[in-house]
């Protein structure tokens, strides 16, 4: 299962996609808004996607969720550690929220094993 994480900061974005790769995800990372749209355009075949709140300096990402979903209907996260934020993601759009980031790999690992097909396959 492919999952997607869009993250500027190359620290959280390497323990994410070393946490769920260990879980046998297959993560694509996006640190721009552009990229994260390129990947979903290109293949919207994710299980999850992980969305920090802020990226490109800045800018919010609620925008990016707003045009997502026109794209994409799976889980969405949103990653923030202000609740603020948070709360603006989920009204653009996110299905579920983490105000910590390592939560929110365990998050999607929750959320898979709770899928039919996530019971055999991990």
């Known amino acids: 299962m492919r999952v997607l994480?869009?993250?500027d900061e190359e620290v959280p974005l390497l323990a994410l996609q070393d946490r769920l790769e260990h879980h046998g995800f297959m993560v694509v990372a996006a640190r721009t808004q552009g990229e994260a749209l390129t990947a979903v355009k290109a293949d919207a075949n994710f299980f999850a996607v992980l969305v920090d709140g802020w990226l490109d300096g800045p800018t919010d990402t609620c925008h990016l969720i707003e045009l997502m979903r026109k794209l994409y209907n799976g889980h969405m996260i949103a990653m923030s550690s202000?609740?603020?934020t948070?709360?603006?993601q989920m009204a653009a759009g996110c299905s579920h929220e983490s105000w910590n980031k390592n939560r929110a790999a365990s998050l999607v690992i929750d959320l898979y094993r709770r899928e039919?097909?996530?019971v055999q396959a991990l």
């Open 82 to 84: 202000r609740s603020e």
């Open 5 to 7: 994480v869009i993250e």
């Open 86 to 88: 948070r709360t603006a």
């Open 116 to 118: 039919p097909q996530g």
